[in-house]
């Protein structure tokens, strides 16, 4: 004679299986498949220079209300450096400002890695300058304090107006 089960506990078998397995499903996905991965998007491809990159979708982002020194003015190799070290490899933030795109179809951004405010970074070291369009723009205020700052510290490109 085959040993018996409690009573009815085979009806229940398939719904404990089922639950089980859903159980396992979740888990594998949640804490294996990919960790890391981020959308193309938010993750920076290359640095083009010291206030644009290039995102893995092929998006290429021109960060909002500043200047930074073009190839063959001092000061561009440190601020383009400085902007790689951030952002280079790195999923970002981007947020949007009054304006959406430029002459030549790049998006303008504010940029974030984590809480670090990318464009702010530049101002403060003094390896970009405010290039600010409307006053309205939500950090234009930010930006011009922290560009006067630098500026009276003599860091960066406002080292040669001290000289």
Request: hydrophobic share 45%; with cysteine.
């Amino acid at each position: 004679m085959a040993p018996s089960s409690p009573s009815g506990s085979r009806r229940y078998l398939p719904v404990i299986v089922a639950i089980i397995a859903v159980i396992a499903i979740g888990y594998f996905v949640g804490h294996h498949a990919s960790p890391g991965r981020v959308p193309a998007g938010t993750l920076v491809a290359s640095v083009i220079d010291g206030d644009t990159i290039r995102m893995a979708d092929g998006s290429r982002v021109r960060y909002l209300c500043i200047d930074t020194p073009e190839r063959g003015e001092p000061y561009y190799e440190e601020a383009t450096e400085f902007n790689r070290e951030l952002v280079a490899g790195r999923a970002v933030k981007l947020e949007r400002g009054l304006r959406d795109v430029d002459q030549y179809g790049r998006l303008l951004r504010y940029v974030y890695v984590g809480d670090v405010f990318v464009n702010a970074e530049l101002v403060s070291a003094g390896l970009a300058r405010t290039l600010i369009f409307d006053d309205n723009e939500i950090h234009a205020a930010l930006l011009r304090r922290l560009e006067a700052e630098a500026r009276v510290a003599g860091r960066g490109i406002w080292a040669m107006e001290q000289s």
